[in-house]
Antibody, heavy 124, light 109 residues
Framework: EVQLVESGGDLVQPGRSLRLSCTAS????????MSWVRQAPGKGLEWVGFIRSKGYGGTTEYAASVKDRFSISRDDSKNIAYLQMNSLKIEDTAVYYCVRDKPFLEYLYGLDVWGQGTTVTVSS | EIVLTQSPGTLSLSPGERGTLSCRASQSVSSTYLAWYQQKPGQAPRLLIYGASRRATGIPDKFSGSGSGTDFTLTISRLEPEDFAMYYC??????????FGQGTKLEIK
């Protein structure tokens, strides 16, 4: 079964750091770009960023709202993607979803596999 | 950044009716990279349509997508109780940032 499982969500104080993990199974993780998407309580979806597969250089892109504070990495040997969140703000409070993105060498695709989400609450 | 505006914000329909949801982009979007998602309370979003008109795996043919340029539509024929949910459009692909529409709530009339 193709699956993504996020972990690491917690209650943290503003200004602190947190790292989320996304463990993949059931597919060749290394072949996919992996995205993170968040959803604040009662709000819509917001793309956070992605990390390309090694085939595309393993580079990253971020939303302006998190650039310079968040970073995404991956360990293809463990099938895990990470979201490192620094200098957390109250407005970063959200459910964070890990999402399977572009397959290597495919041009017609969708963000088709989503984890169940992990909750990050930033509060003093 | 491409802004996606969905309309209406809330759509009230009865089971058996046809639902038409709109997504308008602030600038032209490649049809290859326009998707629609369904989200139910407490659940992760589910991909319905990608490439503007292609149904994702396991999605019934009552869901259809169309459009190009700046105007895209999701149509749900023969609404069933399980179809009442939030729907989001998204543009993605080769030019980040990805953006989502603000969502349309499809509710039972």
């Amino acid at each position: 079964e193709v699956q993504l499982v996020e972990s690491g969500g917690d209650l943290v104080q503003p200004g602190r750091s947190l790292r989320l993990s996304c463990t993949a199974s059931g597919f060749t993780f290394a072949d996919y770009t992996m995205s993170w998407v968040r959803q604040a309580p009662g709000k819509g979806l917001e793309w956070v960023g992605f990390i390309r597969s090694k085939g595309y250089g393993g580079t990253t892109e971020y939303a302006a709202s998190v650039k310079d504070r968040f970073s995404i990495s991956r360990d293809d040997s463990k099938n895990i993607a990470y979201l490192q969140m620094n200098s957390l703000k109250i407005e970063d409070t959200a459910v964070y979803y890990c999402v399977r993105d572009k397959p290597f060498l495919e041009y017609l695709y969708g963000l088709d596999v989503w984890g169940q989400g992990t909750t990050v609450t930033v509060s003093s | 950044e491409i802004v996606l505006t969905q309309s209406p914000g809330t759509l009230s329909l009865s089971p058996g009716e046809r639902g038409t949801l709109s997504c308008r982009a602030s600038q032209s979007v490649s049809s290859t990279y326009l998707a629609w998602y369904q989200q139910k309370p407490g659940q992760a979003p589910r991909l319905l349509i990608y490439g503007a008109s292609r149904r994702a795996t396991g999605i019934p043919d009552k869901f259809s997508g169309s459009g190009s340029g700046t105007d895209f539509t999701l149509t749900i024929s023969r609404l069933e109780p399980e179809d009442f949910a939030m729907y989001y459009c998204q543009q993605y692909g080769i030019s980040p940032p990805y953006t989502f529409g603000q969502g349309t709530k499809l509710e039972i009339k």
